[in-house]
């Protein structure tokens, strides 16, 4: 679940501590797996989300909303942990600063992963997510095993720079070497490819998985095939 707090600053730099400060509210369904599965069934693609929720409203809810999207969703229900939870506090400029509680997230196991979504020419999206906290790495490198295995495409996100950098670059490069694409945001391009030139990254990471897809919020994307390097800008949109 995405709670997201926006106001008329930078709300991670000026809340009035131990006082209110006037914000905007938004809560809905997220994370960043259900977000890409959402998408593709927007897309009209067949798209399954392997996912944990808590035994609660919120992830009861959050599945409904999901199915009522088009996303045919196999789920872990926890009954000891909450649904995940992330407050979002979103800058003026768009970037969002996170506050996270994984709650049953963390749970997802190998033998949740539905063994007849795995075949040949299927394609297996990876949160990077997934890979920061056992037993749902454990669940991770099955799924990224079982794709190899079955002839799958693959594609990784490695969704936040911070716990990326806790965890350690390079076990992520190896635990996701079979990736065919990976899409990070700068931040995390420039943590993985060990520079601060975002450019070098993208290059750098497309030589490692082949393809690299480098965000770059308002400014578009870079994308490298290991060689060169082109941009798109990012569409205005409400």
């Known amino acids: 679940i995405d709670v997201a707090i926006s106001g008329d600053d930078d709300l991670a730099r000026t809340l009035a501590h131990g006082s209110d ?33 808590g035994d609660d409203g919120a992830g009861r809810a959050a599945l ?22 992330v407050v979002a506090l979103a800058g003026t400029d768009g970037e969002r600063t996170m506050l996270t509680d994984r709650g049953a997230n963390v749970s997802l196991s190998p033998v949740d992963l539905p063994q007849r979504w795995f075949c040949p020419g299927a394609h297996l999206h990876l949160s990077g997510y997934t890979l920061f906290a056992t037993p749902a790495r454990d669940a991770a490198l099955a799924a990224l095993a079982l794709a190899r295995e079955r002839r799958m495409t693959v594609s990784t996100d490695p969704a936040s720079w911070a716990p990326l950098r806790d965890i350690g670059p390079a076990r992520f490069l190896e635990w996701t070497a079979s990736a065919d694409l990976c899409m990070p945001n700068a931040d995390e391009a420039c943590l993985l490819a060990d520079t601060t030139d975002v450019e070098v990254a993208a290059r750098r990471l497309a030589v490692h998985y082949g393809r690299a897809v480098v965000t770059l919020g308002a400014a578009g994307a870079i994308a490298s095939d290991g060689v060169g390097v082109v941009h798109a800008p990012a569409e205005a949109c409400e």
């Open 21 to 53: 400060t006037p914000v905007t509210i938004v809560i809905a369904g997220g994370g960043a797996g259900g977000n890409v599965a959402a998408w593709l069934a927007h897309l009209q693609m067949s798209v399954g989300l392997v996912c944990a929720v």
């Open 64 to 85: 409904d909303d999901l199915r009522r999207a088009g996303v045919d969703v196999h789920a872990r229900v926890d009954p000891s942990r909450p649904t995940g939870t």
